[in-house]
């Protein structure tokens, strides 16, 4: 009977450690923060009459751009119930030693993944630096929201945006870098031709410190989300400058 005693309470505390830990990976994510913009960025934008229609493209086959967030392992995902979320997760290993009374639990974190919503991030990015220049600005991620905003808003152009690629990685550790390329196409629907404006733009956030000996978990997340946004607000800038130019 003690044997079986002994069992079951190792099992309850292996229970409440796989409990635990995933509490402690639930922490390590949080509501990413939208940028701060530079008042004088925003003011060096320039005024333009009209209305824009902005249109992001999908990255995966059917899933909303704004619904995709960037794994730093796997890359896009699709998991609309965590694409605001930025920040980190942890694999633990759990290993007993021995039996009975003499059970050691160890628990070893064998990798850490940074995830990154960027399908959110430079969107309002570049939505909120549209914004600024234009009279209105709509946002659609789908044809059908396209379709019903080009009938509803009678933009002056249409902004296309494919995102075509987007990479996150650690070198070395506890540095974080960040590229991204997206291309362009700006229709004006004004006048008697509609001749399409292509461009390519990209950019570029390394060696960015996320981490330190003294970090908590939430510093290191904020210090991912500056990172994150400095890079969204690069981009969309050099965007609007290669539509517009």
């Not at 039996?99 to 990798?111: E, W």
């Not at 993944?113 to 549209?130: D, K, N, R, S």
Request: hydrophobic share 40%.
């Amino acid at each position: 009977m003690k044997k079986t005693g002994l069992q079951t309470v190792t099992l309850l505390l292996l229970l409440l450690l796989v409990v635990g830990l995933t509490a402690c990976m639930a922490a390590t994510t949080q509501p990413y923060q939208k940028a701060r913009w530079d008042q004088a960025l925003i003011g060096a934008m320039e005024q333009r009459p009209g209305a824009v229609l902005l249109r992001f493209e999908e990255v995966l086959p059917d899933r909303p751009l704004n619904e995709t967030t960037w794994h730093i392992k796997k890359g896009p995902t699709w998991d609309p119930q965590r694409s605001h979320l930025i920040g980190f997760y942890h694999d633990y290993k759990v290993s007993t030693i021995g039996a009975g009374q003499s059970t050691t639990v160890g628990i070893t974190s064998i990798a850490t993944h940074i995830v990154i919503p960027f399908g959110q991030l430079f969107p309002q990015a570049l939505t909120a630096l549209l914004e600024s220049s234009f009279e209105s600005v709509s946002v659609a991620y789908d044809d059908a929201t396209e379709i019903r905003l080009m009938e509803q808003r009678h933009p002056d152009y249409v902004i296309r945006i494919q995102v075509e690629d987007f990479q996150l990685w650690e070198e070395p550790s506890d540095y974080l870098n960040l590229t991204a390329r997206v291309e362009t196409s700006m229709v004006p629907l004004t006048g008697d031709v509609w001749d399409a404006r292509v461009a390519e733009s990209d950019s570029e956030v390394r060696g960015y410190r996320i981490s330190a000996v003294t970090s908590t978990s939430g510093k290191t997340i904020q210090a991912i989300n500056r990172a994150a946004n400095q890079l969204s607000a690069q981009l969309a800038r050099e965007v609007i400058e290669e539509a517009f130019e």
